[in-house]
């Protein structure tokens, strides 16, 4: 049976982060669904379609094509959405002990709204862990070097967003 997990986020925009995590999460399930949540409290820089554009492009030249990897938008409770996918696995990446906090709050209520749904947490690697989107944006909107955090074609996306705000 093949085990489908679903990564959940922002990804506004997907970083070099939330890469590594699409690779570990390819050694716990055998297809995994990038799913980008639309209702969030976040206010987003790029739209739903521009996000999953950019992870799209990842997964076609960073991750080589892996045709184990979809990327889809939903809207409403992720739990639905994890059910509609024939799926009970929710990836998530921890980067610090801050991070856990809230993280684990969210798997209990997941898991309370829909008990045969289990998230599975796996740990930044030393090398990304301190990226996150916010930070990148941050730093491009004062024309600081972000090229370690994301790949080009993000960078520049991430250019001319800013330019046109
Ligand atoms: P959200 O708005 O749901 O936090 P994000 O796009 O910020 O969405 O993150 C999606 C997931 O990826 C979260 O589980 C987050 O902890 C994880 N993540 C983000 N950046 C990194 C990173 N640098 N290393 C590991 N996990 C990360």
Redesign the pocket.
Known sequence: MTKIGV??????P?????L??INKALLVVDHLIVAI?CD?T?TPLFTAEERKEMIEFEINHTLGRNKAVEVKVFEGLLVNFVNSCGSSVI?????AVS?FEY?FQMSCMNTKLQPNIQTIF????EK???????LIKQVARLNGDIKDFTSEFVLDKLKSKLKNQ
């Open positions: 990564y959940p986020g922002s990804f506004d997907v970083t070099k982060g939330h590594d995590i949540a969030t976040k990836i998530r990446g921890l980067r991070d993280e796996l740990p930044a690697s990304t862990h301190f990226i996150s989107s916010k």
